[in-house]
């Protein structure tokens, strides 16, 4: 009887705080995660992973250097059976602090 299924899900976005929040979450829940700083780091990721290892790519949508569509659209050419997912969007998030009473 074969173990449980896991699920690698690469998330690349150019900011580590985001990255660690997302891989935090994602983790607890017990998928497997990779993380990638940038375009070109998810790339290279994707070149040492074995061949359908990578299940979901979840990327920020504007970074620099590679944008998220390309970054999407050449994983996606290394590991056709990955399903992607551009959703990372975190520049409106602000603090929240209490009124004093």
Do not use: C
């Not at 690698?8 to 998928?31: M, P």
């Not at 993380?35 to 359908?52: C, N, P």
């Not at 250097?65 to 970054?71: I, T």
């Amino acid at each position: 009887m074969a173990g449980p299924t896991v699920i690698t899900i690469l998330v690349v976005d150019d900011d580590s705080a985001v990255l660690e929040t997302v891989r935090d979450g994602l983790t607890s829940f017990g998928y497997e995660v990779l993380t990638a700083e940038g375009g070109d780091a998810a790339l290279q990721i994707a070149a040492e992973a074995q061949h359908g290892s990578i299940a979901v790519l979840l990327v920020d949508v504007v970074m620099p250097g590679l944008n998220g569509p390309e970054v999407a659209e050449r994983v996606h050419a290394i590991h056709p059976d990955t399903k992607r997912l551009g959703a990372l969007r975190t520049a409106g998030i602000v603090s929240v602090r209490r009124r004093p009473n």
